[in-house]
């Protein structure tokens, strides 16, 4: 049988890029008009919309890729693109 691959997100570039931009999380925040609890999800690494990414972009001036990274995990929980030799 064939193994499921889940996805998993990381939002680590967003703090990098949030920090290099010198923006605290509260202005990040506001400049996006995003809700506490949406910020609070991105501090988890939870799925938030798109709308929520795109206003980011465009309050940071950068792509999608800039800020987020989709991780495939295997049903064990292991990274399947390290397992497969992919980076």
Known sequence: ??????????????????IDKEMNKPELRLATGASSATIARLTRNEVVSMDILMRIC?????NVGDI????????????ARAKRGKK
């Open 58 to 62: 465009d309050t940071l001036n950068c």
């Open 68 to 79: 987020m990274d989709m991780i495939h995990e295997d049903s064990s929980g292991k990274n």
């Open 1 to 18: 049988p064939r193994k499921v691959d889940t996805v998993v997100v990381s939002y680590k570039k967003l703090w990098k890029l949030r």
